[in-house]
T-cell receptor
Framework: ETGVTQTPRHLVMGMTNKKSLKCEQH?????MYWYKQSAKKPLELMFV???????ENNSVPSRFSPECPNSSHLFLHLHTLQPEDSALYLC??????????FGPGTRLTVL | GIQVEQSPPDLILQEGANSTLRCNFS?????LQWFHQNPWGQLINLFY???GTKQNGRLSATTVATERYSLLYISSSQTTDSGVYFC???????????FGKGTRLSVIA
C-alpha cells in the first residue's frame, strides 16, 4: 500500500467501550499527526509526534491516548468517550515541515 | 494572532464556470498547501506552494508570499469539484499546519 492508511474507516462504540484507531504511513516520513473534524467545523490538531516523540498535545482530554511505537505507525486509544466525541479522525504525516499528507480518516460515532 | 482566512466561505457554480478562491495569512510562511476534502472526508493534496505559481490540469495556484496571500483557480468546473477547499500554512520551522475554515464549493449541472 502507498500513502497514509487508516483503520477502521468507520467505528461505532458505546461510552463504556475501549477501542483503538490505527494509522500507518508508507512515505518514509518522520512526523505524524492526529486531527479531529467535527461536523461543519474546521480541523482541530490533537497530537503531533516527531521521531516517535510527542511534541504537541493540544489540550486533548485524557480519554484520548496516543501511541507512536515507531515513525510509521500511530495509534489513538479511546476509552469512556462522550457522544460529543463523534467526529472524523484524520491522521497525517510529513517529513519535517514539508508537504503533509492525510489518510482517509475514521468516522467515529459514540452512542 | 496567527490567522489563516479563506474567502468566500461558500460558493455555488454552474458546471463549466471558473472560480477563484483566496487564502490570506497573517505572517510569513515556509509552507502553504491547498487541499480538497471530498464528500467522504478525505483530504486530497492539490498544491504544495509556499511561493510562485503551479498548474495541474484545470487547477492552478499562485502564492504571493510578500503580500501574504494565495489564490486557487478552478477552470471549467465539474460536479466532481464539489467539496470543501482548505488552505493550510506552516508559519515557521517545524510548527504544525494552521488551517483556514475552508471554502465550500458546490458545482451544479
Amino acid at each position: 500500500e502507498t500513502g497514509v492508511t487508516q483503520t477502521p474507516r468507520h467505528l461505532v462504540m458505546g461510552m463504556t467501550n475501549k477501542k483503538s484507531l490505527k494509522c500507518e504511513q508508507h512515505l518514509g516520513h518522520n512526523a505524524m499527526y492526529w486531527y479531529k473534524q467535527s461536523a461543519k467545523k474546521p480541523l482541530e490538531l490533537m497530537f503531533v509526534y516527531n521521531f516517535k516523540e510527542q511534541t504537541e498535545n493540544n489540550s486533548v482530554p485524557s480519554r484520548f491516548s496516543p501511541e507512536c511505537p515507531n515513525s510509521s505507525h500511530l495509534f489513538l486509544h479511546l476509552h469512556t468517550l462522550q457522544p460529543e466525541d463523534s467526529a472524523l479522525y484524520l491522521c497525517a504525516s510529513s517529513s519535517g515541515g514539508n508537504e503533509q499528507f492525510f489518510g482517509p480518516g475514521t468516522r467515529l460515532t459514540v452512542l | 494572532g496567527i490567522q489563516v482566512e479563506q474567502s468566500p466561505p461558500d460558493l455555488i457554480l454552474q458546471e463549466g464556470a471558473n472560480s477563484t478562491l483566496r487564502c490570506n495569512f497573517s505572517d510569513s510562511v515556509n509552507n502553504l498547501q491547498w487541499f480538497h476534502q471530498n464528500p467522504w472526508g478525505q483530504l486530497i493534496n492539490l498544491f504544495y506552494i509556499p511561493s510562485g505559481t503551479k498548474q495541474n490540469g484545470r487547477l492552478s495556484a499562485t502564492t504571493v508570499a510578500t503580500e501574504r496571500y494565495s489564490l486557487l483557480y478552478i477552470s471549467s468546473s465539474q460536479t466532481t469539484d464539489s467539496g470543501v477547499y482548505f488552505c493550510a500554512v506552516r508559519f515557521s520551522g517545524n510548527t504544525p499546519l494552521v488551517f483556514g475554515k475552508g471554502t465550500r464549493l458546490s458545482v451544479i449541472a
